[in-house]
């Protein structure tokens, strides 16, 4: 699709944070006209429509046909990806689609939303975004390029203090997906882009709010070449104000270590280098919750308006929910 | 000849929640002390006596309890006080915990239904029952200023109140204008300076002028550092936008590039830029507070 001096005309489902935040950024970006504004809650929309012009507010899916549509943002919680995406493909509301992370809650319906979009869709993208963050990006073209020489092993984890102290039996963080969807799946799809297919070996997952909720993991991988990684990812531990990615590799000449602030190469040379975002052009045109939010949907706005594919798509990210599906069926194994 | 006015040399309280925009790693291994309101209220004071003459607070328990402290040694009238609201990552939190933003309403309205403040309250009442979001908001802004005061007491000097990063730049980015008109006009009435924090200076700039909303009588908070670290989209249009506006009204933040800058290159680079009103600096250690605020005092005082 190339546009002629027309704006892409988008809508967003789901108003809650991450909604109001795409919403925002669509808003700012050249040749986007935020068209539409999907939410279920009553209140939630009486509001939306006092506070914009001009942009349709609705309460389902369905009433987003005929809006003449370029592409949706599915922004719900996790459990509803897989009947709003397939409505927006099976009503024709629109051929492409942005959805946030993970793409479905679990991998046989990843599979299906991925076949909906190969059959009825043109663009498609899961909202990673840490793909779209200075210092991975940096990382991702180091490994590229063979900084540390062959790799052998690496450690990752993801943290969050999110539900530090949540009272026994809190029922939110079971309706989030649990920490590997929520939390885990962010570490999981770079490990997946610096490494490619990994297999789960063995896993443990940790109820420590209750009520079923999975609120640690960890877990060990290896790709066919035989590299190993190990996984911690947890929303309950101390001193994580912000939730933290993080990566440390080791490879045959050297180790690197990644996160969302700095990124470090020591070699065995001797030589040791270290970029922080300061040193990695992270400014962007809008500011609106870190710069990755920016990057990650103008890329997708100019891939839709230019016909280009994208990473990740929903093959990539459905990778992500069937390791996070092994890690279950592992845990399981093991108990 | 223009006046040469005192500028504002404010403690800023990142350190006192525990946030590094250089590495979240750094904080980790910091002195946990710095979150504990009697040692931050300490570093306040030191400051205080080596030049600042304010501080720079997200409306928070922890800034709260810290006010109270200082109030107590008999310093608070000292210092001019600057508030940002809301303390965004506390209701960021607070809704993951309680379910998202229809949990994170019901909870605040229970709050200030039990502050007792009943402006607050009627204001929200007809904010609720017309769906208004300008007395909602309102609503929320009182709920703030009584807090502050109920902990700093009614001598404090509550200089100005700004609209935290999040909001701001979300509203800009969805053309909230009733935002921004409501805002200035409810502090103006206060007699309270109304201000923005933003991380879009230019594009902020640009929308309060076509608002016709006066320049002279608000305060910005921006990022201004040498390597242009947050200076979206680069430090050259922040600079020009900066040297474009008819007064002094931006306070500097994020001067030392959250730590990746030496204090005293980095004051060097704000010394040149016009139109700065005031400076803020977060200080972890005593002999930060100490060095920090005499160096900024000698090139900026």
């Not at chain 1, 793909?131 to 984890?157: H, I, P, Q």
């Not at chain 1, 920490?179 to 490990?191: E, I, K, P, T, W």
């Not at chain 2, 210092?79 to 909870?107: C, D, M, N, W």
């Not at chain 2, 500097?252 to 959250?258: D, G, K, P, R």
Request: hydrophobic share 40%; with cysteine.
């Amino acid at each position: 699709m190339v546009l002629s001096g027309e704006s892409l005309r988008v809508a967003v489902v789901g108003l809650g944070k991450m909604g109001l935040l795409h919403a925002s950024i669509l808003n700012v970006l050249p040749n986007v006209q935020l068209t539409a504004l999907c939410e279920k809650s009553v209140i939630t929309r009486i509001f939306l429509k006092k506070m914009f012009n001009g942009t349709q507010i609705v309460d389902d899916v369905e009433k987003l046909s005929n809006l003449d549509l370029d592409a949706v943002y599915v922004t719900t919680p996790i459990s509803s990806h897989f009947p709003v995406v397939s409505n927006v493909y099976l009503k024709k509301i629109a051929r492409n689609l942005f959805v946030e992370k993970t793409l479905a809650s679990n991998y046989d319906k990843a599979e299906e939303l991925c076949e909906l979009a190969h059959n009825f869709g043109d663009v498609d993208m899961v909202g990673y975004m840490r793909r779209f963050a200075v210092t991975f990006k940096k990382a991702k073209d180091l490994l590229g390029r063979e900084a540390m020489g062959e790799l052998v092993s690496f450690k990752a984890y993801a943290y969050s203090s999110d539900f530090l102290g949540s009272k026994k039996g809190s029922r939110t963080p079971a309706s989030r997906g649990g920490v590997l969807m929520d939390l885990g799946c962010h570490v999981v799809d770079l490990a997946l882009w610096f490494f490619g297919e990994l297999q789960v070996h063995s896993a443990k997952l940790t109820s420590l709010i209750g009520n079923g909720s999975e609120d640690s993991a960890c877990f060990k991988v290896k790709n066919p070449d035989g590299l190993e990684g190990d996984f911690n990812v947890s929303w309950c531990v101390e001193n994580y104000r912000l939730p933290q990615v993080s990566l440390s590799i080791k490879g045959s000449e050297g180790v690197m270590e990644v996160n969302d602030d700095v990124l470090e190469l020591k070699l065995n040379s001797g030589k040791s280098l270290t970029w922080y975002r300061h040193d990695l052009h992270d400014n962007v045109f809008f500011w609106l919750g870190g710069p990755e939010y920016f990057r990650e949907d103008e890329y997708f706005v100019n891939s839709v308006i230019e016909g280009c594919n994208v990473e990740p798509s929903f093959y990539t990210a459905s990778k992500v929910d069937q390791v996070i599906g092994q890690v279950r069926d592992r845990a399981e194994e093991n108990e | 000849m223009s006046e040469k006015r005192e500028k504002f040399l404010l403690v800023g309280d990142n350190p006192f929640h525990a946030i590094s925009h250089l590495s979240q790693e750094r904080t980790r291994i910091r002195d946990d002390r710095l979150t504990y309101p009697e040692y931050a209220a300490d570093l306040v004071v030191i400051s205080l006596e080596n030049g600042a003459n304010g501080f720079m607070f997200s409306v928070s328990e922890t800034t709260l309890s810290i006010l109270r402290i200082i109030r107590g040694r008999g310093e608070i009238e000292r210092l001019s006080l600057h508030a940002i609201v809301p303390y965004a990552f506390e209701y960021v939190r607070l809704a993951t915990q309680v379910g998202g933003i229809p949990g994170l309403a019901k909870k605040f309205a229970k709050e200030i239904a039990l502050s007792g403040n009943m402006r607050a309250v009627a204001m929200g009442l007809k904010g609720v029952l017309r769906a208004d979001p300008v007395s909602l908001m309102k609503t929320y802004l009182s709920y703030e200023i009584s807090r502050i005061k109920s902990s700093a007491g009614k001598k404090a000097n509550l200089q100005s109140v700004m609209l935290h990063q999040v909001i701001t730049d979300m509203a800009l980015a969805l053309n909230l204008d009733w935002l921004f008109k409501s805002h200035v006009d409810f502090m103006l009435d206060l007699g309270i300076t109304p201000g923005f924090n933003t991380g879009n200076f230019a594009y902020l700039v640009k929308k309060l002028k076509e608002l016709s909303i006066d320049l002279c009588k608000i305060t910005i908070a921006v990022p201004f550092n040498k390597v242009g670290f947050q200076m979206c989209p680069s430090r050259e249009e922040c600079e020009k936008t900066l040297a474009d506006i008819p007064d002094d009204n931006v306070v500097a933040i994020s001067v030392l590039a959250a730590g990746y800058l030496a204090p005293s290159e980095a004051i060097d680079y704000i010394a040149t830029l016009p139109n700065i009103k005031g400076i803020a600096v977060g200080v972890s250690k005593e002999k930060h507070a100490n060095e920090t605020f005499k160096l900024l005092k000698e090139k900026l005082g």
